[in-house]
């Protein structure tokens, strides 16, 4: 029998004491189930389960419950006086709860008398943490399309759209109105900025300011929304959710040739308005709808827009921790992108624990993860014109049919050549191997030196004197990166010989390192002797070989030849200053083991050998299958040509299974890796292997994917697609529309874009986000009908002027008594001055555009800006399609608030600062373009009052006032025209929108 130490007989003496008068015991068994369940999950599951795992201990099974915790276990059944988990929750001060109310005395008496009872739990029962009335939150609810309210008639003649209907009923509630409407320039600039991020020209805004007719307003919008420079202005909002770049991120930060057609795809979808549920499926699985399209492939850039770890990913061996926790992350990217771009929740925050605010589980959270088990970030080939795609299917299932057929009659005929075609078969190849370096021991390696002036030196140590003649040196071959022959071998070096090992006394002979040794690549060097004797020889390297950044001394062999012609070399013991020993491939002793480049079989007769193959199948072939064979390879060779003259397939860096290995990257083909719940996040502790599926925290709509076929990766995103975009997932139509509110307004119904969870922010007027997302996702799902329905209505038109009475009821304008004032962001901005400066490029798609000069040294790309001149650069196209770098941002633009593509931004910080002011007026960017947008006005007149009158109508809208031109034309007379846009061009009225 154990004896318990005092404490413990003393606790479990005291507890056994109050449990016999506090809670009065009974024999009848507790429903586990109905009973006790209830109890673990209100009280203890949310610390001990298979994630947390708090003191080492879960309750989510009776299997962890008895394998007990850091303290021991807590469970004996049968007997609740040696069960820790009463003495743990029982008592005047209990431990346990650490957070909430202590135990009744009732559900102590219940535990007690489960435990007494035997501790009877269902093996297929899993406790999990109950979720707090989660479902019964805003976003959650279903969506349903309110009435309008009802409005006094004074209100009601502002009602232009429905948008008024909603905002007037909450300012009359706060005793507020809309403001005056906004003056027919201010109106023409705002619109334009909004839909197409261009300034109107002044002959635009001339033409709006006199067009009378009532629709003159609509038809401008229409007209707009048909421009192909929407698309452009509104895909930069969509990039910056899904921090989409043309660089892949982390220290490499290497480039990422093929991004932008997802970049175009965007774009071209929203020109055409396609419905926003199809939009938002393309992207998830456009591979598997549609896979010979334009836009099949390229749309799904959008789950791997964000960055990628190209040392985790292809230089981490798969066989490290390391591998695991870059695959995590990357899922981990894939999943936030998906999730808060498309529904608006923040599930990433169940990665390490249970969400603490949302009804998302860890389990949903590796659910989702699971969808994505099957894809890498990787280039991926296809084929934009359908018509190619088709004749490419149609040849590739030829060529593999007559290669299939091929292959089968040459193994049946080869099975006839037995062990002799077998032998013959392992001699060609084991020779081509040898003179293309392979299948053989490399050599010598030394350790790597950071200056080549640093010695190394290999000996030969012979147990007594030899009679040499000759001694031939061999150089290493190394086929990684193609290095090739020569690999290694030192610039300057001396080879010596001596009677003792220490080389005290050593005579040299041969000395090459007074100067620069040529690579021998493949050659072999042979030192001659007039026949002496040695024992000891030595060959040092005196400078180095360099290697990438640093340097080192290789060798594939040393031979030592007799008179005789016998190699002495293998008698001798091998010593060295160092060695990297790295097996097979480099080794001390692979320096004499007869073995190096093109030594296997360096004298067998690879084309002699291949005649014997020949003569013997031909021997075993009749002439019907001889027949065969040229007719299949015939058709083979037609096959093969008629693919080779198809376009070649197109490029873009999308989600994909299937792409040519690199290092450690290699693709899954389609078979999804295994995803397991890992306990607070660590891949070092995974619990259970997880499947696809969705969040089940909709009350109508399903998180469980009914997949036919589990192991198809693509269904498993169609799945999710089609989650999302249901009927019945209202965060998806609340959370689109919200974000056309926020890019139209400045501020968002819900403030927070990214999540609409607990945490988030609340609606302002969520009668009317239902409203605008009901519609939305009922008639046709077109975003540029939702704009229709915001531009146009009398909120949309009114000035941005303040008044005392709206500052002091609703000073942070949430109720939209006023227009929010805006700056333009960077992008706009940058567009504008390239069009009033004349030099905006309007050619659309294709790679992005390199303002910055490339240098690529061994480690990672240099992106220098500094170096770009935009002056002299050849074109200027929209900042759309600038190559967008994640590690080294453009600093003017970064200077202006630009979205950072490594982070997921929902909406940009916008800030008023000091070098914002110096790098407008002095950016290389902005110079150049006010030289240019001065020669511009030059062309017109050449008359100062009248250029200044010119600029000022180009880039404001406007005629100056006459202090204003009294101003600039003294600065004109005195700094030039260029310097007057200058000034121009850093007022406030040009930077910001109102």
């Not at 624990?353 to 969808?371: C, M, R």
């Not at 304008?813 to 069009?835: G, I």
């Not at 929209?878 to 490594?902: G, K, N, T, W």
């Amino acid at each position: 029998m154990i004896a318990l130490p005092p404490f413990f007989v003393s606790r479990l003496f005291c507890l056994a004491l109050f449990l016999t008068i506090a809670v009065p015991t009974t024999r009848a068994a507790p429903d586990f189930k109905e009973q006790v369940a209830p109890i673990l999950q209100q009280h203890c599951i949310r610390c001990h389960n298979d994630s947390t795992k708090d003191g080492g201990l879960s309750l989510e099974t009776i299997q962890s419950a008895l394998k007990g915790g850091d303290n021991g276990r807590i469970l004996t059944p049968g007997v609740a006086e040696e069960s820790l988990l009463l003495d743990y929750v029982a008592g005047p001060e209990p431990e346990m709860p650490k957070k909430g109310e202590p135990l009744n005395e009732t559900e102590i008496g219940i535990l007690r008398n489960w435990i007494k009872a035997g501790a009877v739990w269902p093996a297929e029962h899993r406790i999990q943490e109950a979720q707090l009335n989660d479902h019964d939150w805003w976003s959650f609810r279903p969506l349903s399309q309110p009435a309008l309210p009802e409005l006094p008639d004074k209100e009601q003649k502002q009602v232009r759209t429905p948008v008024d209907a909603f905002l007037l009923a909450r300012l009359r509630q706060a005793g507020l109105n809309y403001s005056p409407p906004a003056d027919r320039r201010t109106l023409i600039r705002r619109i334009y900025f909004d839909l197409i991020g261009l300034p109107p020209t002044p002959e635009e805004i001339e033409q709006f300011v006199k067009d009378t007719d009532p629709r003159a307003y609509e038809r401008l919008v229409d007209r707009l929304l048909a421009s192909p420079r929407y698309g452009e202005r509104w895909a930069r909002h969509w990039l910056d959710v899904v921090h989409y770049a043309d660089t892949h991120g982390y220290d490499k930060d290497k480039l990422r040739e093929n991004a932008w057609p997802y970049r175009d795809y965007v774009i071209r979808s929203l020109n055409e308005d396609r419905p926003y549920g199809q939009f938002i499926q393309q992207q998830l699985a456009g591979d598997l709808l549609k896979p010979h399209s334009p836009d099949g492939v390229p749309a799904t850039g959008f789950i791997v827009a964000g960055p990628f770890d190209w040392v985790g990913q292809i230089e981490i061996s798969e066989k490290l921790i390391e591998k695991k926790i870059t695959r995590n992350l990357d899922r981990d990217d894939m999943v936030a992108t998906v999730m808060n771009t498309t529904v608006s929740l923040t599930v990433q925050c169940a990665r390490c624990h249970n969400h603490k605010f949302d009804p998302i589980s860890q389990e949903d959270y590796y659910g989702l993860q699971a969808v994505f088990a099957g894809i890498d970030r990787a280039e991926r080939s296809y084929d934009p014109d359908p018509e190619t795609a088709s004749r490419r299917r149609s040849l590739q299932a030829s060529l593999e049919k007559y290669q299939g057929e091929y292959q089968r009659l040459d193994t049946r005929i080869r099975k006839r050549g037995g062990a002799e075609l077998e032998r013959l078969e392992a001699e060609i190849k084991q020779a081509t191997l040898a003179k293309q370096g392979q299948g053989n021991q490399y050599g010598y390696h030394s350790l790597i030196e950071k200056s080549d002036k640093t010695p190394k030196w290999v000996q030969l140590n012979f147990k007594q004197p030899l009679t040499v003649e000759k001694i031939t040196l061999i150089p290493a071959l190394d086929n990684h990166n193609n290095i090739g022959a020569g690999f290694g071998f030192p610039r300057r070096f001396k080879l010596e010989v001596s009677e003792t090992s220490d080389f005290q006394s050593a005579t040299v002979i041969a000395d090459h390192t007074q100067q620069d040794f040529p690579n021998p690549k493949s050659r072999h060097i042979d030192v001659d002797l007039k026949p002496q004797n040695i024992q000891y020889l030595r060959m040092t390297a005196t400078k180095l070989a360099p290697r990438s950044n640093d340097f080192i001394f290789a060798l594939g062999e040393i031979q030592v030849f007799a008179p005789d012609g016998n190699n002495l070399a293998q008698q001798a013991q091998l010593t060295s200053l160092d060695s990297i020993e790295a097996h097979p491939r480099w080794a001390r002793k692979n320096l004499v083991d007869g073995k190096y480049y093109q030594s296997l079989n360096f004298n067998t007769d690879i084309t002699e050998l291949k005649q014997q193959r020949d003569e013997l199948l031909a021997s075993l072939t009749s002439a019907d299958e001889k027949k065969l064979l040229s007719q299949l390879s015939g058709k083979i060779k037609l096959t093969q040509a008629n693919l080779d003259q198809l376009p070649d397939p197109q490029q873009v860096f999308a989600a994909t299974t299937d792409f040519p290995a690199k290092g450690n990257f290699r693709p899954t083909e389609g078979q999804p890796r295994p995803v397991y719940l890992l306990s607070r996040g660590s891949e070092k502790a995974p619990i259970r292997q997880v499947t696809a599926s969705a969040p089940n925290l909709i009350d109508e709509l399903n998180g469980d994917f009914q997949l036919k076929d589990p192991d198809n990766e693509a269904t498993r995103r169609l799945a999710l697609a089609r989650w999302i975009t249901s009927h019945d997932n209202p965060l998806t139509w609340r959370s689109i529309v919200n974000r056309v509110w926020l890019y139209h307004f400045g501020k968002a119904i819900v403030d927070t874009p990214n999540d609409f969870g607990k945490m988030g922010a609340k609606p302002t007027h969520p009668e009317l986000l239902d409203y605008l997302a009901s519609r939305f996702r009922d008639e046709g799902q077109s975003l540029k009908d939702l704009h229709r329905l915001i531009v146009l209505s009398t909120a949309y038109r009114q000035s941005s002027r303040t008044s005392p009475k709206g500052n002091q009821l609703d000073g942070d304008n949430r109720l939209l008594w006023r227009m929010n004032r805006r700056k333009l962001e960077a992008e706009a901005l940058r567009d504008s001055v390239l069009q009033i400066s004349g030099k905006l490029d309007l050619e659309m798609y294709g790679p992005g555009d390199r303002l910055f000069v490339l240098e690529k040294p061994q480690h990672s790309p240099h992106y220098l800006y500094q170096k770009y001149d935009p002056t002299t650069a050849e074109k200027h196209r929209r900042s759309i399609y600038r190559f967008i770098v994640r590690s080294v941002p453009d600093p003017f633009m970064e200077s202006l608030d630009c979205a950072d593509p490594s982070q997921i931004t929902p909406k940009r910080i916008e800030t008023l600062t000091a070098l914002q002011a110096l790098s407008l007026l002095n950016d290389q960017f902005m110079i150049g373009m006010s030289v240019f947008f001065a020669e511009h006005i030059k062309a017109q007149s050449d008359e100062l009052s009248t250029q200044i009158s010119q600029a000022f109508q180009t880039a404001l809208g406007r005629s100056p006032e006459p202090d204003e031109l009294k101003i600039l034309k003294t600065i004109g007379e005195q700094h030039g025209l260029k310097n007057v846009c200058r000034l121009i061009l850093n007022s406030n009225e040009f930077i910001f929108i109102d």
